[in-house]
């Protein structure tokens, strides 16, 4: 069982920057992929980025690619993502999500059996 906490949401302008946290619980935390989602208003909710378990695989979606950065502290059982140059088309709730198993297609969201409640991000043009 894992449990997620996201933190770090809030409004920005267009270019600046946003930390998302995701404070983790239980016992398989360090076992897990970790993945970002993101769901705007009237959207589907989105693939943003994944982690796996060791830090080295990661993968983003293609919007964020070069912008979004997602690590993981093992120690502190905790996922961020990093946003930069953050855009309007940005805005909508990130979710943090957890898997147990192997690194196998992380981009769907599908296959994730754990969810934070959200969090918030707005950016202004």
């Known amino acids: 069982q894992v449990q997620l906490v996201e933190s770090g949401g809030g409004l920005v302008q267009a270019g600046g920057s946003l930390r998302l946290s995701c404070a983790a619980s239980g016992r398989t935390f360090s076992d897990s992929i970790m993945g970002w989602f993101r769901q705007a208003q009237g959207k589907e909710r989105e693939f943003v980025a994944a982690i796996g378990w060791s830090g080295i695989n990661t993968l983003y979606a293609d919007s964020v690619k070069g912008r979004f950065t997602i690590s993981r502290d093992i120690a502190k059982m905790a996922v961020f993502l990093q946003m930069n140059s953050l855009k309007p088309e940005d805005t909508a709730v990130y979710y943090c999500?957890?898997?147990?198993?192997?690194?196998?297609?992380?981009?769907?969201?599908?296959?994730?059996?754990?969810w934070g409640q959200g969090t918030q991000v707005t950016v202004s043009s």
């Open positions: 999500a957890a898997r147990p198993g192997s690194w196998y297609y992380p981009v769907d969201s599908k296959t994730y059996r754990y």
